[in-house]
Each structure stands twice: as structure tokens, then as C-alpha cells.
T-cell receptor, first 113, second 113 residues
Framework: GAVVSQHPSWVICKSGTSVKIECRSL??????MFWYRQFPKQSLMLMAT?????????EQGVEKDKFLINHASLTLSTLTVTSAHPEDSSFYIC?????????FGDGTRLSIL | QQQVKQSPQSLIVQKGGISIINCAYE??????FPWYQQFPGKGPALLIA?????SEKKEGRFTISFNKSAKQFSLHIMDSQPGDSATYFC????????????FGQGTRLTINP
């Protein structure tokens, strides 16, 4: 139980394009979803927290207009990296929680050329 | 005050030995302390977690020791196996509310056969 699916697992795109990453809780309803960013050999840094049907809460230093988060249902949240640039290349990981422990997806490797 | 400090940064243990990773926190409001295991290219997976009302929790070969007065907790992996080679993260959160996790810096564990 408590499976979180993230798609795509790897994406390569040109600078200036927008990229959408999906995060789904497959066997439970996620009241809260979290988005993290992880650089190589570093820890996870929380970007934002989202609750179904409400606006995401962004951590200090994270650009809201750059990283658009939508949590339209209790099983789906999306992160859109708008006008992506090479410095946005990273490993993006989502997690989902149903009033308990966070369960993580397998991440999305984003490479911007 | 929101930081969780983790050590060592890397650790090499012989097969069959005991692996020990330590974490320290400052925020006394934290009351949930999980450990995550992460393999390359994957998301973190919850290994074991503890609340501050107990000093030790054991699940199979994994044990968390918790010292509330010192604000420290540690992960012990008994009879370490090559398959345990991964990056381990400690974390802390306040169980009420959004369960926002604060992660340690991570420990890269290598078990030599």
C-alpha cells in the first residue's frame, strides 16, 4: 500500500520550454502533497506544500511563478516548471500524505539543454 | 533552529558489521523522527520512525535510539549487508499540521563484501 507514482521519470528539453511533472497517489487519498528538489549528492529541499483544492504554500526563495503547482484532486498534483533554464536541471521528487507519514515517488530527472 | 544535522557524511562498513548514523536537532517542537533510505535514481523510502515518548525502536536489523534530553537520535543497522549500501536521511517534523519534514544532509553508506 501507499504507492506514489511520478511521471515522467526522466525528461530532457530545450531551454525556454515548460515541463509538467505529475504525482499520483495510487491507493490512497492524499490530503497533502509535497514537492522537493534534490541536487546531486545533496539532501531534499522542500519547495512547496499543497492541499487539494487550495493554493500551494511555497518555501522561502522558491519562485511561485516559475514553479506552478496544481493539486486538483485527492490523488493528483502537478508541478510545472515554466520557461525552464539549465539551472533548473535537477531531480524533482513528490510525496503524498494522508494525515500521516509521507510516501515518496521515484522522482523525475529534469535536464534542460 | 529548523536544521537537522546529520553525520557522518559517508561511511564504509564491512559486511556483518554495525552501521551507525547520528542526527541532532534544535527545535524541541519536533515530535516525529523518521529515517529514509534512498537508492540512486529513486525516491526516499521510509525505513523506520520514532516518537519522543520512547527511547528505542527496533524493526528487524534497524534500530533507532532516541535521546530527548540531548536532542539526538541515531540509526543502527545490525549485520550490515551489501544491499544496505544507499544514502540514508534522517528527518524531523511536527506531527500536527502539514507534517513538513526537515531533512538531514544525508549519509552515503557503503557496505564492503
Amino acid at each position: 500500500g501507499a504507492v506514489v507514482s511520478q511521471h515522467p521519470s526522466w525528461v530532457i528539453c530545450k531551454s525556454g520550454t515548460s515541463v509538467k511533472i505529475e504525482c499520483r497517489s495510487l491507493d490512497f487519498q492524499a490530503t497533502t502533497m509535497f514537492w522537493y528538489r534534490q541536487f546531486p549528492k545533496q539532501s531534499l529541499m522542500l519547495m512547496a506544500t499543497s492541499n487539494e483544492g487550495s493554493k500551494a504554500t511555497y518555501e522561502q526563495g522558491v519562485e511561485k511563478d516559475k514553479f506552478l503547482i496544481n493539486h486538483a484532486s485527492l490523488t493528483l498534483s502537478t508541478l510545472t516548471v515554466t520557461s525552464a533554464h539549465p539551472e533548473d536541471s535537477s531531480f524533482y521528487i513528490c510525496s503524498a500524505s494522508q494525515e500521516g507519514p509521507q510516501h515518496f515517488g521515484d522522482g523525475t530527472r529534469l535536464s534542460i539543454l | 533552529q529548523q536544521q537537522v544535522k546529520q553525520s557522518p557524511q559517508s561511511l564504509i562498513v564491512q559486511k556483518g558489521g554495525i552501521s551507525i548514523i547520528n542526527c541532532a536537532y534544535e527545535n524541541t517542537a519536533f515530535d516525529y523522527f523518521p529515517w529514509y533510505q534512498q537508492f540512486p535514481g529513486k525516491g526516499p523510502a521510509l525505513l523506520i520512525a520514532i516518537r519522543p515518548d520512547v527511547s528505542e525502536k527496533k524493526e528487524g536489523r534497524f534500530t533507532i535510539s532516541f535521546n530527548k534530553s540531548a536532542k539526538q537520535f541515531s540509526l543502527h543497522i545490525m549485520d550490515s549487508q551489501p544491499g544496505d549500501s544507499a544514502t540514508y536521511f534522517c528527518a524531523a517534523s511536527i506531527i500536527q499540521g502539514a507534517q513538513k519534514l526537515v531533512f538531514g544532509q544525508g549519509t552515503r553508506l557503503t557496505i564492503n563484501p
